[in-house]
């Protein structure tokens, strides 16, 4: 069995790098992760670390990145914030990996029933902001209610979907990874998590 991890280099291809990360994520929902998160592999990793892709999720509990794509140390750069939400911090740790450690791929993952999300709908709902730096994550999930429409009886699962692509989109034309992308090297992919399922499916461009 190839096993995540021991395929990964810096400079490898988007297109590999996202069938790794997909068949860790089918060893996960199978029942058969084979990597265990003890300090031996975290010994074995301790050198040089070559991560081969980023994944930007969500703070929420029930998706522990490294669990349901079944990675061990030293493979993926994981970063969460509320809903995915992007911001100076974040973008900045992407370009990082990207452009230091020669990731190719970056992975933005959205889940159904984001809090996040609704959180923004209930605030666009209202009027009323949440107030604090909680008004950043719902002005930045905002754009992506209003595109799908909040009368839309479906707006929570379609704006989960509609903000992954925002999100995405925004990456893709970033200074200093738009680059790369256009030339191919580095691939920005948006994908959704079941939380039933334990699944990863990715979202066609749009
Ligand atoms: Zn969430």
């Known amino acids: 069995m190839k ?13 590999a790098a996202l069938a790794e990360l997909l068949a860790g994520n089918r060893r996960f929902v199978s029942g058969q992760p ?5 300090v031996t592999a975290a010994a074995a990793a301790s ?4 991560p ?17 794509f079944d990675q061990t140390f030293g493979a993926i750069c994981v970063i969460r914030t509320g809903g995915h939400v992007l911001d ?28 996040a999300v609704g959180a ?16 950043h994550l719902v002005d930045e999930i905002a754009p992506a209610v209003t595109e799908v429409g909040l009368d839309d009886p479906a707006v929570l699962a379609l704006t989960v ?23 191919g090297r580095v691939a920005v992919v948006g994908g959704l998590y079941d939380l039933r399922t334990g699944e990863v499916a990715l979202l066609e461009p749009s």
């Open 3 to 15: 096993v995540a991890g021991q395929g990964r280099q810096a400079g490898g291809t988007p297109r």
């Open 34 to 38: 084979v990597h265990g998160h003890d």
């Open 47 to 50: 050198g040089d670390q070559q």
């Open 52 to 68: 081969y892709a980023v994944v930007l999720g969500c703070i929420d509990s029930r998706v522990p990145l490294e669990a349901i």
């Open 88 to 115: 100076r911090a974040v973008r900045g740790s992407i370009e990082f990996v990207v452009g230091q450690l020669g990731v190719p791929l970056v992975l933005v993952l959205g889940h159904e029933r984001c809090g």
């Open 120 to 135: 923004t709908v209930d605030a666009l709902r209202t009027g009323e902001r949440p107030g604090g730096s909680l008004d």
């Open 161 to 183: 979907r509609r903000h992954v692509r925002r999100t995405v989109h925004t990456l893709r034309e970033d200074d200093l990874l738009a680059e790369a992308v256009a030339a």
